[in-house]
DNA sequence: ATTCTTGCAAAGCCTTTGCAACTGC
DNA sequence: GCAGTTGCAAAGGCTTTGCAAGAAT
């Protein structure tokens, strides 16, 4: 994990079932999202849908393409996933149990590195008092390029002035 | 415009020559390419691939598909033109004689509200060199509701009461 | 004349959706 | 048993691409 856990008092499973319990029309728990649920909190990553798909199948957890989208959807409604826009497709990290945090984007490694500021946050809350603006989330990314990419760049180009 | 323009010695059509002839393979100023810059440097607005074909039509400037795609990728790489990814899909504004800036998006009503930050500048440069990350690059966006739309939603509130 | 650009239509990529079969509650 | 969920395949929305015809230098 890049940054310290938050102490929450329910596994992701419960405040899921809560959540579900607690829908104008209630909904029903499933063993395919209690196998997603399971996947998805047994480690911290940075995933893509594709990603989810692949990765329950090779742990023999078939849950087809339209029900991972589905779930997701819902882990998110529940509070339990962020979803973020890198680029074209979206990427999901935990929600529940995890602070707040804005991203660094390797743009030759993928690489996603969690940074925390005060000051992104108190510069929402002024742009948005001034322009009497209702902020309701934020996206914000920095692209570049990471430490191990940038330095395997520079041993290449000393490489080629040999 | 929302925020004053940056003074610029070429026209953009000049500019975008000048990058087409610098090319290792120098490459060919089009009729179409000139139409297009002509119309998106007539005005200041944020707009996506598919508005600007509608608008180019509308004048009577058939541009298709294809060609738009095209072209907007190489006045991205001119420097005439950013990409925005507000959601799904791509948008572009203005770079070239226009300042770095961020945006405050109403998704009522899709309205793009620009600002400046010199802590957001601050922000990327504190993080990246604590990262020993080369940042080249950077989204912000500021998702919410906008005066006019929360002034509405509140009348409607109002209403309601009656 | 050469080589780049255009336009068309097709394909690609990611995500959503209609519908019949299925399953929690 | 009823109402919500799944899986499949098809459709959707946006963007890219192969290729033959056309245009810039």
Redesign the interface.
Known sequence: MSLPAVAVSQSPEAKFREYLASRPKPQRFTDQQRDMINYIFSQHDHFDAEQLIEDLKRDGLGVSRATVYRTLAKLVDAGLLRRL?F??RMFYEHDYGYPQHEH?V??KCEKK?E?Q?A??E???RD??Q??????????????????EC?QAKMTKRRLDLI
């Open positions: 826009e680029g074209p660094l390797c743009e590195i940074f500021s000051a992104i108190s510069v929402i742009v948005a001034q322009h009497h603006f209702q902020a309701s989330g934020h996206t914000f990314i920095i692209r570049g390029t990471c430490r940038n």
